[in-house]
């Protein structure tokens, strides 16, 4: 698997990985990957990360049902984050988040107040995904 060497992985064996909807271009969610998550995402067509909380891998969606198809693999100039362009499913709209929401870059910071506010809504009720 020699693509998998040209990966720079940190020093824990990991990438950033950032999953970007293909229709909208909206991002929507950042996580890691390790060298298997990244050959199972290949392999299944479906992303796959490495949970650092749990160290062990996480197919998104596994709880949820919130799975992400992948159409492309991409890995920026300097070969240190892998970007996946995805078809959310299991909703609609798609739910990224485990808040319920689309993407999880859902609040923005107020230049003004210096304060951070929820800008995108809460699509399903986190407890109703997660039992």
Excluded at 9 to 35: C, H, K, T, Y
């Amino acid at each position: 698997m020699d693509w998998l060497d040209e990966v720079k992985w940190d020093r824990d064996g990991l990438v950033p990985a950032i999953a970007q909807e293909a229709s909208s271009g909206d991002v929507l969610m950042f996580a890691w990957m390790n060298r298997e998550s990244l050959a199972l995402t290949l392999q299944r067509g479906e992303a796959v990360y490495w949970s650092r909380s749990r160290q062990r891998l996480w197919h998104k969606g596994e709880e949820s049902g919130h799975v992400q198809q992948v159409h492309e693999i991409r890995l920026d100039c300097d070969a240190d984050v892998v970007l996946l362009k995805v078809t959310q499913r299991g909703h609609e709209p798609g739910i990224a988040c485990h808040t319920g929401r689309h993407s999880c870059f859902y609040r923005r910071l107020d230049r003004d107040s210096g304060a951070w506010s929820a800008v995108d809504p809460v699509l399903k009720d986190p407890e109703s995904i997660y039992k």
